[in-house]
């Protein structure tokens, strides 16, 4: 089996590099198994062309620079130069597992997919934000699991972050249709609707980095957000009540304090459930993540996960309901 690991890269040659170096290490039955390596500089001016030539020699590896024109766009180019028989992209913030491709191997040997997917997992070596936010993007109370989790709210589909698809998938649909705001939904979505066979492969995780800061994490969920809607406007019936929870998780929280104004009781009953499910996420991410520290960075940041996220949203939102108005 033939895998080509595609991977879209913007003024990140060191995150880049990370990634290559996680690649060097994977321990796989090399008689069923071969992969290649396809990076695709998205017209960055920090380029990470040196980066790639240092690993040259390691694996066969593919290095194309093209004007920039968005994450989408450019993992359609790798598909374009990909020789594999399964094309799985990667963020190039991402770390790979050592047992990645033959636990691929290993399923679709079993369970033959069309497209696939996994999770995504926080690495000892990440900060203690990084290791939060990581918390706030995978839970259960906070984004439903359906970033690649066996418990979810609503059916799994591949996240462009961790995502396999066979080759006659690609012939098939023609790869991106979008190259951001959701792109990765929408393809998911398309592949699904052509009749393809779509799972969830539990052990092949990756570790996602994510952003750094707070502030970063916020301006990519509520990018997100926005992406949601994006979605709605291809595939309407798409739009589930799980995916409201974040607005309602903001008008719940600014409407909480006139609570207050309206009676008492009402006030203490809206705050104290905001109290309650915050306690819940704290004792989980405790549960998860075993460190003190984590565990409350991980309230803030499903606070600023939800609220990015559903600002976005209902931004988005309005502005559709304004442009048919």
Request: overall charge positive; some cysteine.
């Amino acid at each position: 089996m033939f895998f080509s690991l595609i991977i879209p890269v913007y003024n990140r040659p060191d995150e880049l590099d990370e990634l290559l170096e996680s690649l060097t290490k994977q321990v796989f039955d090399t008689a069923k198994i071969r992969f290649e390596v396809v990076v695709i500089e998205d017209g960055s001016k920090n380029k990470a062309d040196q980066v790639a030539k240092k690993y040259k020699n390691q694996f066969d590896l593919t290095y194309f620079y093209k004007e920039n024109a968005g994450q989408g766009f450019a993992r359609n180019t790798g598909f374009e130069i990909a020789k594999g028989d399964y094309l799985v992209v990667f963020d190039s913030d991402a770390l790979v597992p050592p047992h990645y491709l033959q636990t691929v191997y290993d399923f679709l040997e079993k369970t033959p997919l069309d497209a696939f997917g996994g999770a995504d997992k926080a690495h000892e070596s990440f900060t203690d934000t990084q290791k939060a936010i990581s918390y706030a993007m995978t839970s259960l109370f906070s984004t439903g699991g359906i970033r690649g989790n066996t418990k979810s709210a609503e059916k799994f589909r591949p996240r462009s972050f961790n995502m396999g698809i066979s080759r006659a998938v690609y012939e098939k649909t023609k790869g991106y249709k979008i190259t951001r705001m959701g792109e990765d939904i929408e393809f998911s979505i398309r592949i699904e609707d052509n009749g393809f066979k779509i799972g969830f492969i539990p052990n092949a995780y990756v570790y996602h980095k994510r952003r750094t800061s707070f502030k970063q994490f916020y301006k990519q969920l509520h990018f997100f957000g926005r992406g949601r809607i994006n979605i709605w406007r291809f595939f309407p019936k798409e739009l589930k009540l799980v995916h409201c929870f974040p607005a309602a998780f903001v008008l719940y929280t600014l409407a909480s304090p006139v609570g207050f104004l309206i009676h008492p009781f009402l006030g203490l009953l809206m705050t104290g459930s905001l109290a309650f499910y915050f306690m819940v996420i704290w004792i989980d991410a405790l549960i998860q993540t075993k460190s003190l520290k984590v565990s409350l960075m991980s309230v803030g940041a499903v606070c600023v996960q939800l609220t990015a996220y559903g600002i976005g949203f209902m931004t988005e939102a309005w502005k559709e309901i304004w442009k048919k108005k």
